[in-house]
């Protein structure tokens, strides 16, 4: 049964926005703290982004700050990442993921997450 669905990735030019959607068909995700993790070929994933079930408190990681912005719609089921002023290393296979605590001081940690969606590809090329 899939849990988490990403969409919104495509190929974009360098200084280009795109945004990120992640859909939780099968899952109420209002109480559950939400992040965005990508995994570049070759290497590790890393967390990019994360938000509170209540939405106060994003976490973002340094690479990102200031560019990506993450949101979420919990009458939706949904939550967003809206990328700016890409750049070619955020070239990657974004995740979105669950963690079903309403907050997580580790939310950037993919050892925390419950439920994983399967991506969605950004390249990012002039």
């Known amino acids: 049964q899939v849990q988490l669905v990403e969409s919104g990735g495509g190929l974009v030019q360098p200084g280009d926005s795109l945004r990120l959607s992640c859909a939780a068909p099968a899952l109420t995700i209002r109480y559950s703290t939400m992040a965005w993790f990508r995994q570049a070929p070759g290497k590790e994933r890393e967390g990019v982004s994360c938000?509170?079930?209540?939405?106060?408190?994003?976490s973002y990681a340094d690479s990102v700050k200031g560019r990506f912005t993450i949101s979420r719609d919990s009458e939706k089921n949904m939550v967003y990442l809206q990328m700016n002023s890409l750049k070619p290393e955020d070239t990657a296979v974004y995740y979105c993921?669950?963690?079903?605590?309403?907050?997580?001081?580790?939310?950037?940690?993919?050892?925390?997450?419950?439920?994983w969606g399967k991506g969605t590809l950004v390249t990012v090329s002039a």
């Open positions: 938000i509170t079930s209540s939405g106060s408190v994003t």
């Open positions: 993921a669950e963690d079903t605590r309403p907050y997580s001081s580790s939310c950037l940690e993919a050892r925390t997450m419950d439920h």
